[in-house]
């Protein structure tokens, strides 16, 4: 999606989502990146999302599980 519309309304929604995929598969770098991108959209839900991927990676660099409920993909 993000590759054949990188200019739409839906792009920093897509790439949170895919964020948590990223995360979930231990690419932490790769999920990082994603959620620093979406945490700049214009929608306080999607920043929202963002922001707790970002705390979400941080918690696995440190060692400890991201808080329950945060992934709003599970």
Not at 11 to 19: D, F, H, K, N, R
Not at 32 to 55: V, Y
Request: glycine share 10%; aromatic share 4%.
């Amino acid at each position: 999606f993000l590759q054949q519309h990188p200019g739409s309304g839906r792009a920093s929604e897509a790439t949170a989502i895919l964020g948590w995929q990223r995360l979930r598969a231990g690419q932490l770098d790769q999920a990082q990146r994603c959620f620093a991108t979406a945490e700049k959209d214009s929608h306080a839900a999607i920043r929202d999302n963002a922001r707790a991927g970002l705390a979400a990676v941080a918690a696995h660099r440190q060692g400890r599980a991201s808080p329950a409920g945060s992934d709003p993909e599970r």
